[in-house]
Nanobody
Framework: EVQLQASGGGLVQAGGSLRLSCAVS????????IAWFRQAPGKEREGVAC????????VYSDSVKGRFTIASDNAKNTVYLQMNSLKPEDTAVYYC?????????????????WGQGTQVTVSS
């Protein structure tokens, strides 16, 4: 059974940083992709970043490019999202998700496995 556990959310001031972690079990990072999504109140869930550990291929949404970095630790089966220069509009519940296959994508419908969310709140 594939399980994902997201953690690391919290309250931070604008301009600050947070690092989210996604611990993955039941799935090896080979031939898989892990992504981060977020959902703000009243908005659709949107893709933020994706990584394929096989080839270190990554993709980011335009809204976070240059500020967020996704990385994986294959030995720990954990994917991280380093978030710098946070803005109030980054406030959302952040989810990690997994799929089989080595195509990087942040399209929600491609992901079969989801973790619970972790709240990120950025104050102005």
């Amino acid at each position: 059974e594939v399980q994902l556990q997201a953690s690391g959310g919290g309250l931070v001031q604008a301009g600050g940083s947070l690092r989210l972690s996604c611990a993955v079990s039941g799935l090896t990072f080979g031939n898989s992709a892990i992504a981060w999504f977020r959902q703000a109140p009243g908005k659709e869930r949107e893709g933020v970043a994706c990584i394929v550990s096989d080839n270190d291929d990554t993709v980011y949404s335009d809204s976070v490019k240059g500020r967020f970095t996704i990385a994986s630790d294959n030995a720990k089966n954990t994917v991280y999202l380093q978030m710098n220069s946070l803005k109030p509009e980054d406030t959302a519940v952040y989810y990690c998700a997994a799929k089989f296959g080595v195509i990087t994508t942040t399209i929600r419908e491609n992901y079969a496995y989801w973790g619970q969310g972790t709240q990120v709140t950025v104050s102005s």
